[in-house]
């Protein structure tokens, strides 16, 4: 049952939750750790479409969660129903360093083209500034782990350089120092492997490291991209997405989140 | 019957201006906000708060909060914290930034360890310590020696080679958790995510429980592998059933997700927040005030449905 829907039929976050579902494939049998919000229904979107296997955590200390319901509260108990044990917070965040998760999801913010990602503050720490959530459990997924980032496609959010690194990307801080050192440098496995906005997919240049942009989403022109990014964007390897499938918009409004809770639509 | 078992305001007293204070629960899950309104209607004052600060938003605003070390201060799917966003800017709350393990991990004291080593942080900024604001926090703690004197150090591992970074401990002086069920004598069942409120409770000088209900020890004693603290770490027992509200409690209530918008609407400025704090805390006078205000059929909507653990949203709707 393979039937294109037109971009116009659907919104360009419910595109991002599909593009990221049709990623999550090649995790089927592996797990993920992840976070409320889109990571969430692109799993659930995922586990039903394109890896019915995928074992879903949450930093909450619940293992291989169910989730019944779109949940609202990482904490709550849509997260620990029929999980396969509910311990406690470090049992699950502390996996990270244990190798346990295959892939991790990162929002924030800013992220820049070296896949550093700011949720901290955005301007100057030690002067002025605007406070935003914090790392949460971003910077220990971020340190071990081969991650997606998902950010609205703005100039101010796709930027140059993040203001804070909160959780490192490729060109990241040495510890105890303001310098920039090389991710490799500092010993740390796993790295961002993808930024997904609202306007198309980036991947990371293997000599450079710097963020080029895979996959543009279907009716989004590169002109939209390039003027909504902070820094001289690199299209040259840019293809048009696959189209989105019907059963896949039909599989996300009516079966994972049919009362909109996220308001993708 | 245990002495233990006290008032909230009994127990609520015992926390005193400038002390670190562990609230239990994570985010908007299980948070003691019975105790939380307890402590503006005393009027606590330089409260040190840890890990996470979310939904403890009116007594920041209403200036019981004035320092927090943790990972995060928002309201989660709600957004911004108004009372944390509003005092951080007027720099009436400090703020040292850490990641989650890490905030979790300086628990660590409940081993009697004053440090631990964590790489949880390597390549961020949260290891730059130009940004720590720990001297700024000492000045406010009761009991200063419990801030340590700076917020990482490096060493030399001399077991397997390389470089560390070294975490150090914090002591909580007052855990305040809530349970959804408490025997007796102490002992805690926690349902569903439990945070790191064990750990925490080993940690604390002193620990006080609110509870969904009272229950016989020996009750909960059956299974005691099903029970998440023990009787001999808690110092003060408090019934406050519905004590979490607007915050969700596994297996008993679901999220006051209405309540949770209204109060960030109506706190996003000083004055407007102490309307809402004369309406739900001052004049309703205590927790039964506030729960006959919320009303029956309020909180029976939230109830939990038994064999889920939280409403589904669905549920009998026609």
Known sequence: MTEAVKAEEYTPLEAAVVYVARELKKYDGRSVITGIGLPVVASLLAKRLYAPKLKINIESGSFDIQLPEIPISLFGPRISYKCSAQLNNLHSLAGTARGDYDIGFIGGAQVDKYGNVNSTVIGDYLGGHKRLAGSGGAVDIGCFTNTIIIMPHRKERIVNFVDYITTPGWKCRKPFSDEIVDRQELGLPGGPIMIVTNLCIMRFDKESKEAYVDTIFPGVSKETIISNTGFDIDLSRARTGEPIQKIEIETLRKEVDPLNIYRLR | ?318
């Not at chain 2, 920041?60 to 966003?85: E, R, T």
């Not at chain 2, 004291?109 to 964590?118: E, I, M």
Request: aromatic residues 10%; negative net charge.
């Open chain 2, 1 to 318: 019957m245990s002495d233990k078992i006290v008032s909230l305001e009994e127990a609520v007293r015992e926390i005193q201006n400038g002390d670190i204070v562990f609230i239990g629960g994570v985010l908007d899950s299980r948070v003691p906000m019975a105790a939380i309104y307890e402590m503006i209607r005393q009027g606590k004052k330089d409260l040190i708060g840890l890990s996470i600060l979310a939904l403890e938003d009116p007594a920041v605003g209403a200036g019981c909060i004035s320092a927090f070390i943790g990972c995060y201060a928002w309201l989660g799917a709600f957004g911004k914290a108004p009372c944390i966003a509003r005092k951080y800017e007027n720099g009436e709350l400090i703020i040292e930034d850490l990641g989650h393990n890490d905030s979790l991990l300086i628990y660590m004291s409940a081993f009697g360890l004053s440090s631990v080593a964590s790489n949880y942080s390597i390549g961020s900024d949260l290891l730059n310590l130009k940004y720590s604001k720990l001297d700024k926090i000492r000045e406010i703690a009761r009991n200063k020696e419990k801030i340590p004197k700076v917020k990482y150090a490096k060493i030399e591992d001399p077991f397997f080679g390389g470089e560390r970074v070294l975490l150090p401990t914090i002591k909580p002086d007052v855990a305040v958790i809530h349970v959804q069920q408490v025997g007796t004598e102490g002992t805690c069942r926690i349902f569903g995510v439990e945070g790191v409120d064990t750990l925490a409770a080993f940690a604390a000088d002193k620990v006080i429980v609110t509870a969904e209900e009272i229950v016989p020890e020996d009750y909960l004693r059956e299974d005691p592998n099903r029970n998440s603290i023990p009787c001999t770490q808690v110092d003060m027992i408090v019934e406050v059933p519905w004590g979490a509200h607007p915050s969700v409690v596994s297996h008993y209530y679901d999220l006051d997700i209405e309540f949770i918008i209204d109060y960030v609407k109506r706190a996003s400025t000083q004055e407007d927040l102490e309307e809402w704090l004369e309406e739900w805390v001052f004049s309703v006078e205590n927790h039964e005030g506030y729960l006959n205000k919320l009303g029956i059929e309020r909180l029976e909507s939230l109830r939990a449905v038994k064999g889920y653990g939280f409403r589904p949203r669905t549920w009998l709707r026609r």
